[in-house]
């Protein structure tokens, strides 16, 4: 009944999606997947997107991951403000070990959010900065270590006068590494704008969390000249 379900209706999509979803449920997950990876092709637009993300969670179900990272690769490719393709994609690149991909795609949406025609930027910069929290822990799965330090930096620079944020990023360079990069970071930032005492501010406190306090103080006293 179910293959001639689909004979007949070919590309109907609730008769794809719920024919493959009854095979699943059977257990016939070869079957399941292929009534999926027939229809991707014949299909258009929306309905193309929701059946590839279906078979793509299907092939993780499946362990199918490298199959499923790249179909979701090439949505993303078609489409990379969509932040829930792209949560699906690195999702998978954890599962993979695929850092470069990860990071490759992570960019390419936090550029593309940018350059949307969203009206509210607050809420446009605060998706960007929960993607960007939610990353850190991606890139710490991979051992990307670096790229997870850059993304503190980041969300220290959104709000330099949060301390909890800047301790966050202490705290784990402390475990995972990238101190020098933290530290190198602001060192120069604090030098190209040395008028701003924020970034002083901030490179006191890493001073401080590392037990460098005559740094620390150095640069509290910086920072009370450019702002007193």
């Given at each position: 009944m179910l293959a001639n379900l689909v004979k007949q209706f070919p590309t109907n999509f609730g008769v794809l999606t719920e024919t493959s979803d009854f095979y699943w449920r059977l257990?016939?997950?070869?079957?399941?997947?292929?009534?999926?990876?027939?229809?991707?092709?014949?299909?258009?637009?929306?309905?193309?997107?929701?059946?590839?993300?279906?078979?793509?969670?299907?092939?993780?179900?499946?362990?199918?991951?490298?199959?499923?990272?790249?179909?979701?690769?090439?949505?993303?490719?078609?489409?990379?403000?969509?932040?829930?393709?792209?949560?699906?994609?690195?999702?998978?690149?954890?599962?993979?070990?695929?850092?470069?991909?990860?990071?490759?795609?992570?960019?390419?949406?936090?550029?593309?959010?940018?350059?949307?025609?969203?009206?509210?930027?607050?809420?446009?910069?605060?998706?960007?900065?929960?993607?960007?929290?939610?990353?850190?822990?991606a890139f710490t799965r991979t051992k990307d270590y670096c790229s997870a330090v850059e993304q503190h930096i980041e969300i220290i620079n959104r709000e330099p006068e949060n301390e909890e944020l800047t301790e966050n990023a202490v705290r784990y360079v402390r475990r995972y590494g990238g101190a020098d990069v933290l530290l190198d970071y602001y060192l120069k930032l604090s030098a190209e704008a040395f008028k701003n005492y924020r970034w002083n501010v901030v490179l006191a406190r890493i001073y401080e969390a590392n037990g460098d306090f005559e740094n620390a103080v150095r640069n509290y006293r910086t920072a009370i000249v450019n702002q007193p």
């Open positions: 257990g016939f997950e070869n079957e399941a997947v292929a009534v999926l990876q027939n229809s991707v092709p014949k299909s258009r637009g929306a309905y193309r997107t929701a059946l590839a993300r279906k078979l793509s969670e299907r092939l993780v179900q499946t362990n199918q991951l490298n199959s499923a990272e790249q179909i979701l690769a090439k949505l993303h490719d078609e489409n990379p403000a969509d932040a829930d393709i792209f949560h699906e994609l690195a999702n998978v690149c954890v599962r993979t070990n695929n850092a470069d991909l990860m990071r490759k795609a992570f960019a390419e949406t936090v550029k593309a959010l940018r350059e949307s025609d969203v009206k509210d930027r607050r809420e446009l910069d605060d998706q960007i900065a929960d993607l960007r929290v939610a990353m850190i822990t």
